[in-house]
């Protein structure tokens, strides 16, 4: 079985140089093959430091409700770990945002980002809206097929759970190809493919 887990994460604010930090991670991940559900891993986190406006304007979870909520430094083991068992990471703007963003925060506790292949369904579903453009995630559901209610956007579990539908989908199609997951070396004679 080969596991692809789709990631998202919501934060205080754009720039983890600027000492931005976590106030939810998300993980789900499912059989490459089959698209069956295997684990969903959701945790909010107390970032210790206040939520920039903009940020909370866009996925709503004010400081107020992560009082209790453990720290990164608890939560960031079962987060490593559940992204180190997969073989293909899936994330919507992962490789802009999401990936240096964990990347960062993991380093800050002493852990490594997992050696994981990455699909970046923002960048590599430039195939979703017209004339080529990077596509959000609402335009990527409404392309294949998958239902987008704007109003659960912008929490980890629902972002992850579409992006993955429509992964699926797309990749049934042809698109979404898994870099070093699809690989196959096609044997050679005398130079010529068999």
């Keep these: 079985m ?34 069956k559900l295997l684990s969903s891993y959701v945790q909010r986190i107390d970032p ?11 996925h709503g979870i004010s400081y107020a409700e992560l009082a209790g909520q453990p720290l990164w430094e608890q939560v960031a083991p ?56 990077l596509p959000n995630l609402n335009e990527l559901c409404f392309a294949t097929g998958t239902p987008y209610d704007p109003n659960l956007a912008h929490g980890a579990a629902y972002d992850i759970a579409v992006m993955l539908s429509a992964f699926f989908k797309a990749r049934r199609k042809g698109f979404f190809r898994a870099p070093a997951v699809d690989d196959v070396p096609v044997p050679v004679h005398y130079g010529v493919a068999a």
């Design 78 to 133: 079962q987060f490593h770990a559940q992204l180190a068992r997969a073989q293909l990471l899936v994330a919507h703007n992962g490789v802009g945002f999401d990936i240096p963003f964990i990347t960062h925060e993991f380093a800050r506790v002493g852990l490594p980002m997992p050696n994981v292949p990455v699909v970046d369904t923002m960048l590599e579903g430039r195939w979703a809206t017209p004339f080529g453009k």
């Design 48 to 58: 210790q430091r206040p939520i920039d406006p903009k940020a909370q304007a866009v």
């Design 2 to 35: 080969r596991i692809v887990a789709g990631l998202d994460t919501e934060t205080t604010g754009l720039a983890f140089a600027d000492g931005h930090r976590f106030v939810e991670v998300g993980v789900i991940s499912c059989d490459l093959d089959t698209g």
